[in-house]
């Protein structure tokens, strides 16, 4: 299939391509790039005045697929991926059954691939069913294609098992994708540890609790060889932390998702509201000013969403009884856009950036590129819309986001995934 794209302001950072022109894909490659393409095709896309870019890589998403497909499954997952722009994304391993052996792995890049929509790729669990007792089948998942090992949803509190683990990856040269948590530290906490959150009679959890988780597993990291990315980071000292590790030359990569760089603890103004519990939970302005500057300076190089989708009947209850987590997939770009871009810290191709090509360089995968000859992964990003977000028109089974009527600019108007058209608005 030939598919033209017209007069779209091209931003490829793998290249720093940053001019309007036309791509033209055959097959499932980009075949040319151009400031004009006269050929016939199948499909003409006008891009006039968006943006069009490589797509979207999301290194942290729950499907829940298999065992909790109520919430998410991966047909759903994809679309809603798709939705937002993504052609690749990474699946974290908190299934049931846990995806801790080469089974499962192979399960959900079966299902996905019979799916015919974007690239979902297993990440697999660091011990056996995430109890933290005894490592994973990590091998044999790596046969398997598992591209990365994360016991996402809590850490490892075993930091000697820990640290086989992170000789292995190493010696497999795969990634370790971190939550960075202290279980002991928690105390049952729900939301922030703030003043605000202390008037409102809600438990807190405080910077600490994934503070010295990060500052553990870089050392370890140090100390291993392995290449450790830190997920949703959430706090100013994180950010302090992964800035001397990269001074030191240490393998070591962070993402932030939109909600910790667009909202604050402040922004909770009903306790029983749970699309507002998140782990880990809304910082204060200190922390998301930090968050916001190490994006800028590119010390956190990487934007995740952590789409964590549950349903109605799970988040209707008190704070302290609901889960954690809230969708992500269909509001990451025009977030992104609105907070970074609008807001001065982003350029155009920094967004690019740090939503498809460092994504690809932290997995060592080749993509996040669209110049002649790579993988035809593009998204068609229009920034001049601006809208409220409606989340009764998600794609994703979950609607538990606390950006319900948020106002937003910029809006994925197409996702294209290995040369097929797999969203169109």
């Known amino acids: 299939m030939k598919i033209l794209i017209k007069n779209g302001h091209i931003l490829n950072p793998a290249t720093n391509m940053d001019e309007v022109a036309d791509l033209m894909i055959e097959d499932n490659k980009v075949a040319a790039i151009d400031k004009t393409i006269v050929v016939e095709a199948d499909k003409v896309i006008d891009a006039e005045g968006k943006w069009v870019m490589p797509g979207f890589i999301d290194l942290h998403v729950h499907f829940r697929d298999p065992g909790l497909t109520h919430k998410e499954d991966i047909i759903t997952g994809m679309a809603a991926a798709a939705h937002g722009g993504y052609t690749s994304v990474f699946a974290m391993p908190n299934t049931k059954p846990v995806a801790d052996n080469a089974e499962v792995i192979s399960y959900v890049h079966d299902k996905a691939k019979d799916g015919k929509c974007?690239?979902?790729?297993?990440?697999?669990?660091?011990?056996?069913g995430q109890a933290g007792a005894e490592l994973s089948d990590i091998r044999g998942m790596v046969e398997a294609g598992c591209p990365a090992l994360s016991e996402d949803g809590k850490s490892v509190m075993n930091a000697n098992l820990y640290r086989d683990a992170m000789k292995l990856a190493a010696e497999l040269d795969i990634p370790i994708l971190a939550h960075c948590e202290d279980i002991n530290m928690v105390n049952g906490g729900c939301v922030n540890a703030d003043a605000k959150t202390r008037e409102m009679g809600l438990p807190g959890i405080t910077n600490s609790v994934e503070d010295?988780?990060?500052?553990?597993?870089?050392?370890?990291?140090?100390?291993?060889?392995?290449?450790?990315?830190?997920?949703?980071?959430?706090?100013?000292?994180?950010?302090?932390?992964?800035?001397?590790?990269?001074?030191?030359?240490?393998?070591?990569?962070a993402e932030v998702c939109p909600h910790h760089f667009v909202l604050t603890s402040d922004d909770i103004t009903d306790p029983a509201n749970t699309d507002f519990k998140m782990n880990p939970p809304l910082?204060?302005?200190?922390?998301?000013?930090?968050?916001?500057?190490?994006l800028k300076d590119g010390?956190?190089?990487?934007?995740?969403?952590?789409?964590?989708?549950?349903?109605?009947?799970?988040?209707?209850?008190?704070?302290?009884?609901?889960?954690?987590?809230?969708?992500?997939?269909?509001?990451?770009?025009?977030?992104?856009?609105?907070?970074?871009?609008?807001?001065?810290?982003?350029?155009?191709?920094?967004?690019?950036?740090?939503?498809?090509?460092?994504?690809?360089?932290?997995?060592?995968?080749?993509?996040?590129?669209?110049?002649?000859?790579?993988?035809?992964?593009?998204?068609?990003?229009?920034?001049?819309?601006?809208?409220?977000?409606?989340?009764?028109?998600?794609?994703?089974?979950?609607?538990n986001t606390p950006f319900h009527g948020y106002e937003v600019t910029g809006k994925v108007v197409c996702t294209i995934c290995d040369g097929n058209v797999v969203f169109e608005a």
């Not at 974007?118 to 056996?128: K, S």
């Not at 370890?220 to 932390?241: P, Q």
């Not at 910082?283 to 500057?293: G, I, N, Y």
């Open 118 to 128: 974007i690239n979902v790729y297993q990440v697999g669990a660091i011990t056996v």
């Open 299 to 399: 010390i956190m190089e990487v934007i995740s969403t952590d789409h964590a989708p549950h349903t109605a009947e799970e988040k209707n209850t008190i704070m302290q009884k609901a889960p954690f987590g809230i969708v992500g997939l269909e509001t990451a770009a025009c977030l992104t856009y609105s907070e970074l871009v609008q807001g001065g810290y982003f350029t155009p191709m920094q967004m690019a950036a740090a939503m498809s090509y460092n994504p690809a360089k932290v997995m060592k995968m080749d993509k996040g590129d669209i110049a002649p000859g790579k993988v035809a992964d593009v998204v068609i990003f229009d920034p001049n819309v601006t809208y409220k977000i409606d989340k009764t028109t998600f794609a994703s089974k979950g609607q």
């Open 283 to 294: 910082r204060t302005r200190e922390d998301v000013d930090a968050l916001k500057q190490g």
């Open 212 to 253: 010295v988780i990060v500052a553990r597993d870089i050392l370890i990291a140090k100390e291993t060889g392995a290449r450790l990315h830190l997920c949703h980071c959430s706090t100013a000292d994180s950010v302090k932390m992964v800035q001397a590790a990269k001074e030191e030359g240490l393998p070591v990569s």
